[in-house]
């Protein structure tokens, strides 16, 4: 299984962003999928969530009422809407897929490649 980000770039503060994320690979199903960021000296922290079926999602409070994650189960892709950007939303975003493989039976993270994202004051 493979994902592919995009959509990462330089805005200024209360521009928006869309990130994507597109999973591919043979003979798998999704559970969940997120965006995580990391900016520099700071820890990996998970900025919004996505169950697949359902649809339900979860955000870290700094974003909530801003970001909106979505996804299009026909083209396996989530989405990051991302509205009022600013500096502290400075970091690579990475995508992350917690996805069964029905060909070895085991369910495993996956990890996009990351995606830079950069807000000027």
């Known amino acids: 299984v493979q994902l592919v980000e995009s959509g990462g770039g330089l805005v200024q503060a209360g521009g928006s962003l869309r990130l994507s994320c597109a999973a591919s690979g043979s003979s798998f199903s999704i559970n969940t999928m997120g965006w995580y960021r990391q900016a520099p000296g700071k820890q990996r922290e998970l900025v919004a969530n996505?169950?697949?079926?359902?649809?339900?999602?979860n955000y870290a409070d700094s974003v909530k009422g801003r970001f909106t994650i979505s996804r299009d189960n026909a083209k396996i892709t989530m989405y990051l809407q991302m509205n009022s950007l600013n500096p502290e939303d400075t970091a690579v975003y990475y995508c992350?897929?917690?996805?069964?493989?029905?060909?070895?039976?085991?369910?495993?993270?996956?990890w996009g490649q990351g995606t830079q994202v950069t807000v000027s004051s």
């Open positions: 996505i169950v697949w079926r359902g649809g339900s999602t």
């Open positions: 992350n897929g917690r996805i069964y493989s029905n060909l070895y039976r085991n369910l495993n993270d996956y």
